[in-house]
């Protein structure tokens, strides 16, 4: 679900199905009850036509002429419409020919109330029902009631709906699915400006490009010139970073060329001499080191990642040839995919710093372990760091032991290098009882 696209084509499919859904259940019941209600007019119009066709005879009864009937159905024996009269009393007075799967008893009711159901049976398929209770006007002034019933067979009307929802969700489905297709090209077109910035990022990030590209929909063109702003903001600082160590270094060539004009003086014995000229060699050689590294750093927060295996390794096998009495060993659990976004000479020293205090204070056993997490956790079994102390030994100069040669420089360097990526350093205990040093990367 990370993607855009997915998202939006999720949604908009679970709108499309709600909406697929309502409007099936609102046709459905609507043309349900239209069909009901159109049964019930048509079964009205067998009423009256069957009343018109009915007529009182001589001795007192009423009788129905079945060459007047609005239906030839009645008049046929067949099965599935069916009519009859039905004095007050019970009595059937007239029945036609057509019979119905089952006949419902007639109910009572108020001259001139009309009764249409659906009238189930337990045995027997449903049947619709239409009675009407009615009299006949005798000349003596009495009233001869009489109850007309129409029964239709319901299955047909059920199987010609079940017909009509099947077509219904058919095509609300189809045309559901259709609009889902055009919906997707819809997306891919809308967010092809979003791919694009991705191309042109990954084309940054290989170098290939410099900024990215301003023909863009302008609800993008926020995006795009901040990310470009802050390129060239990273690019300015780092040319001013590099300008500032020129002129830094431009400042020390004077002092230092009177460091080094004072070791050739005849009045000064061997020893300052030497140490005048180690020193001067020493502060010349890190100057033009640093300038160097400066002037060949870019912005690296979208730099190709690099994998810390090389380095790994090159660096073990140098530790392993310095540190012989006694020989450490170097376990390195590091997959092939595990990459990190820093510049290759700055992890050289990062890890070069941290596994060199590590032989340095004693360690044999140095595991460095990769996580999904961008992490590196490099563990040892040396002395570990001073309880509560491990906070305190990041400061500039500090250092676990005294007696051993060092700045204390090294894990502070590696820290100050690596929160310049955006990561961070952390001093722990290690399970094996010594150090663990931890390396989040950004």
Not at 13 to 19: D, E, H, P, S
Not at 222 to 234: C, D, F, K, R, V
Not at 300 to 305: D, R
Not at 374 to 383: M, R, S
């Amino acid at each position: 679900m990370r993607s855009i696209s997915s998202r939006l084509l999720i949604g908009t499919g679970v709108v499309l199905a709600i909406f697929v859904v309502l409007t099936a259940l609102a046709v459905s019941w609507s043309v349900h009850l239209r069909a009901e209600t159109a049964r019930q007019d048509r079964l009205e119009g067998l009423v009256y036509g069957i009343l018109g066709a009915t007529e009182l005879t001589q001795d007192g009864t009423l009788h129905v002429n079945d060459a007047e009937l609005p239906d030839r159905r009645l008049t046929q024996a067949t099965v599935g419409l069916y009519a009859e009269l039905v004095g007050h009393d019970g009595r059937r007075l007239w029945q036609s020919r057509s019979s119905a799967i089952f006949i419902p008893k007639t109910v009572r009711t108020p001259i001139g109330e009309w009764l249409f159901e659906r009238v189930d049976h337990p045995q027997q398929p449903s049947v619709h029902r239409l009675q009407l209770q009615s009299a006949w006007a005798l000349e003596s002034g009495d009233e001869l009631p009489f109850i007309v019933q129409v029964v239709d067979e319901a299955d047909v009307l059920a199987g010609q709906m079940r017909k009509f929802d099947r077509t219904l969700w058919a095509s609300l489905l189809g045309v559901a699915a259709a609009m889902l297709a055009v919906q997707l090209l819809v997306l891919r077109h809308s967010l092809k400006p979003l791919d694009s910035i991705g191309v042109e990022v990954r084309a940054i990030e290989s170098g290939q490009r410099d900024a990215l590209s301003e023909s863009v929909p302008k609800e993008l063109t926020p995006l795009t010139g901040s990310i470009n702003a802050l390129l060239g903001a990273e690019r300015n600082r780092h040319a001013q970073y590099r300008h500032l160590l020129d002129d830094l270094a431009h400042s020390l060539k004077t002092p230092l060329s009177v460091l080094g004009n004072l070791a050739t003086q005849s009045d000064i014995n061997s020893a300052t001499r030497n140490t005048l000229t180690a020193q001067t060699q020493y502060m010349q050689h890190s100057i033009e080191r640093y300038i160097q590294r400066a002037a060949i750093r870019s912005p690296l927060y979208l730099a190709q990642p690099i994998s810390p295996q090389a380095a790994l390794q090159r660096i073990s096998a140098s530790l392993g040839k310095l540190y012989r009495q006694p020989p450490v060993t170097f376990t390195l659990n590091v997959p092939d995919h595990f990459q990190l976004r820093i510049d290759e000479a700055d992890l050289y020293e990062i890890l070069g710093n941290i596994l060199d205090n590590a032989c340095k204070y004693g360690a044999t056993e140095i595991t460095v372990t990769a996580t999904g997490k961008k992490q590196l956790i490099i563990e040892d079994n040396g002395p570990g760091f001073p309880p509560g102390k491990a906070d305190g030994l990041l400061g500039r100069g500090v250092r676990a032991d005294s007696a051993t040669s060092g700045s204390g420089t090294g894990l502070t360097a590696s820290r100050e290098l690596l929160r310049s990526y955006g990561g961070e350093l952390q001093l722990e205990a290690s399970p094996a009882h010594g150090a663990q040093v931890v390396l989040f990367f950004a």
